[in-house]
Nanobody, 119 residues
């Protein structure tokens, strides 16, 4: 069964850190472009960070550059999002996505994990 399961969300104070995990099953993440997205209440979902199939190339939204880091552990078939210097504006539900075009489009989403930054 193909599945993406996020974990690691929670409540953190401004300036704090969290590490989100996205564990894949039923397929191999290293064959996919994997990304983290977030959606705050009343806002559209936005792309936060991407790691490409080679595991080396990454991209970040301007709002998180220098604070967030995406990485992938092939042995664990898991992608991580290390979030530092968290701000209230980072409060959102964070979703993991894995996408690949190989004869057809494969596009998988996790169920999301809530991150709340508040005093």
């Amino acid at each position: 069964q193909v599945q993406l399961v996020e974990s690691g969300g929670g409540l953190v104070q401004p300036g704090g850190s969290l590490r989100l995990s996205c564990a894949a099953s039923g397929f191999t993440l290293r064959d996919y472009i994997t990304s983290w997205h977030r959606q705050a209440p009343g806002k559209e979902r936005e792309l936060v960070a991407t790691v490409y199939a080679n595991g080396q190339n990454t991209n970040y939204a301007d709002s998180v550059k220098g604070r967030f880091a995406i990485s992938r552990d092939n042995a664990m078939n898991t992608v991580y999002l290390q979030m530092n210097s968290l701000q209230s504006e980072d409060t959102a539900v964070y979703y993991c996505n894995a996408r690949r075009r190989h004869f057809q489009l494969y596009d998988y989403w996790g169920q999301g994990t809530q991150v709340t930054v508040s005093v």
